[in-house]
């Protein structure tokens, strides 16, 4: 049952859910208005000889390839990889100028551009240079390997006052600043640039966590409402429903129907409910519960709501910058447990910012981690509030960066695993979203974009294959492609070669602070782990190739 919160008297009907939020409250124009080449009657997008390795690795030097070989011969060591953590710790505490200097002669100077935007300049110059673009991608991550490991945080069932410290408040106001940087970069450098952020650098993890469970129990009160099951919750549905939960007279919950049903059609949809209730409207609606339950206990105290706006805030000044300056701002994913969070944060800057009335294409991109056994479900719920609330929608597909911690916390806490069995099931997934999008985009009246963050090369083949069957030009916006830095150089510098739009992933900042983000993304994702062994020979047999041609024994 749900639960009962100390009242606060019945709040007026205006005051119960966030939707007046105007959009005209924050008026921008699209600096940059490209022309469009996306469906073309006679459109032929050529496949990419991805085995030529000469063109490849031309923009690399020698000592470029051999740093890389040696790095990813590194990762090729499961001891390292599994164990690289608690190594570098040890590491630190014998020498951080020595270990900071071996790192950056292997993995950190192969997998990060530069410790800040002044030093990675060259390294944007010789992607450019090959036809590929940037991301910028400030990688700091909260945990200094450098310094020894903070005390376990409080449970949550301490008092909330001591539950979130201010300094950390303090650090992402910091983060702010420079993700506003990052922006600025991106746009003194191209007009076509993305900026990534992470949610986690805006707002305490802690409290996305809560956020999360609020909107989790939100939906569940849907599901509730909706005897069903199909998707609408109708008048007499809801009035039955919320009195069974719920002190209020009907006069009242007539009027909280009527928000959430502004035009009159008699029935609330998943869609529209998802989008108009907020977490921070949750204290206000669970101060008539009858009971105590799992609404009311993941209902956002007080502080926790002057926390979740003040995140809100950091989240619109990015969003509008990137508006501002014509720069794209991809958020990425997190664990599941902060994803909900983000997500809402996401959808509540789509509106505003992607929306028609204001720009021709979309400014914010979501994530979706396609290794996730309902990223097709919400992929499509999400291009559906696209449609319903017209905005233009941005998104980044990935197969996904926490696969083994997913699973473990799910082993933990007694729940199914929320990501996929086996990797054909991710491949499976993967491909039908980048299908999906492509296709819906050739019926949309809105702009769609989507990046594919892939470093599978059938993955890229079959959005090539998709691409033709829905006549949409590699030059279009429509879709770029984009690697990690570092990492399969042969499918980006390929792709930029014959035209498509292609980015590299740069993580910056110090050695210090990237390091725990480059680690995890090593531990983390075993099947990248796995696959350097194929790239790793691409690049020795480039090496072998220049070392013969130096001594004649090779064109």
């Known amino acids: ?30 600096p940059h208005t490209a022309g469009d080449v996306s469906k073309s009657s006679e459109t032929t997008n050529p496949v990419p000889n991805f085995n030529d390795t000469k063109a490849a690795y031309e923009p690399k030097s020698t000592a470029e390839l051999l740093r890389a070989a040696v790095s990813l011969q590194l990762c090729k060591i499961p001891f390292l990889v599994t164990n690289a953590e608690p190594l570098l710790r040890a590491g630190y505490r014998v020498s951080s100028t020595l270990t900071n200097a071996f790192l950056k002669q292997t993995l950190y100077g192969h997998f990060c551009a530069g410790e800040d935007q002044a030093r990675i300049q060259p390294v944007i110059k010789k992607l450019h240079d090959s036809g590929v673009g940037n991301i910028l991608d400030y990688a700091a991550e909260s945990d200094d390997l450098s310094t020894p490991p903070a005390a ?13 410290d201010y300094e950390s408040e303090a650090k992402c ?68 429903s919320y009195k069974r939960f719920f002190y209020d007279d009907d006069e009242t919950i007539q009027q909280i129907f009527e928000e959430f049903d502004p035009d009159h059609t008699g029935q ?6 998802s989008m108009m209730l907020d977490p921070k409207d949750l204290p206000k609606i669970t101060a008539t519960c009858r009971d105590v339950g799992p609404l009311a206990m993941a209902t956002p105290t007080n502080e926790e709501i002057e926390l979740i706006e003040a995140m809100y805030n950091r989240g619109h000044i ?8 014509g720069t794209r701002l991809l958020i990425d994913a997190e664990q599941v447990r902060y994803q909900p969070a983000i997500d809402k944060l996401v959808l ?132 770029c492609f984009a690697q990690l830095y570092g990492m399969y150089d042969h499918l980006s510098f390929n792709l930029g070669r014959f035209g498509y739009r292609a980015y590299k992933y740069l993580p910056y900042g ?22 350097t062994a194929s790239e790793l020979a691409m690049i020795q047999g480039e090496i072998g190739r220049r070392m013969k041609s130096k001594i004649g024994l090779a064109a």
């Not at 376990?152 to 979130?164: D, F, L, N, T």
């Not at 390091?515 to 983390?524: F, G, H, K, Q």
């Open 1 to 30: 049952m749900l639960s009962h919160a100390i009242r606060h008297g019945r709040p007026q009907v205006s005051r119960f859910l966030h939707v007046t939020r105007s959009l005209s409250a924050v008026p921008f124009e699209s």
């Open 152 to 164: 376990h945080a409080m449970p949550i069932q301490s008092s909330v006052a001591r539950e979130y």
């Open 173 to 240: 106001d910091q983060h702010l600043e420079t993700f506003m940087q990052c922006i600025n970069d991106v746009a003194a450098g191209s007009k076509d640039g993305y900026a990534a952020v992470k949610v986690t650098a805006l707002g305490n993890p802690k409290l996305l966590s809560r956020m999360s469970q609020a909107i989790n129990e939100a939906k569940r009160l849907f599901q509730m409402f909706d005897k069903n099951g199909d998707g609408f919750v109708s008048r007499d549905e809801f009035k039955r």
């Open 268 to 273: 609330i949809d998943y869609i529209s409910w």
């Open 318 to 325: 990015l969003a509008q910058k990137a508006a501002d300056v």
């Open 348 to 479: 509540d800057l789509q509106r505003i910012f992607n929306s028609g009335e204001h720009v021709d294409r979309p400014v914010i991109y979501n994530t979706y981690q396609c290794y996730l056994k309902d990223a097709l479900e919400r992929l499509h719920e999400d291009v559906k509030r696209s449609e319903l609330f017209g905005f233009h929608f941005g998104a980044k597909l990935v197969r996904g960066a926490y696969m083994e911690s997913e699973r473990e916390l799910a082993v933990k806490e007694g729940f199914p695993s929320p990501v996929h069995d086996s990797i054909e099931d991710t491949h499976k997934s993967y491909n039908e979203a980048v299908d999906f999008l492509l296709k819906h985009s050739s019926t949309s009246d809105k702009r769609v974009e989507l990046m594919c963050a892939t470093h599978n090369q059938e993955s890229i083949e079959k959005a090539i294959d998709a691409m033709n069957r829905y006549k949409i030009d590699r030059k279009s916006s429509t879709i």
């Open 510 to 531: 110090e050695v210090n602070e990237v390091m725990p983000y480059l680690l995890r993304r090593a531990n983390e994702n075993s099947a990248i782990v796995g696959a």
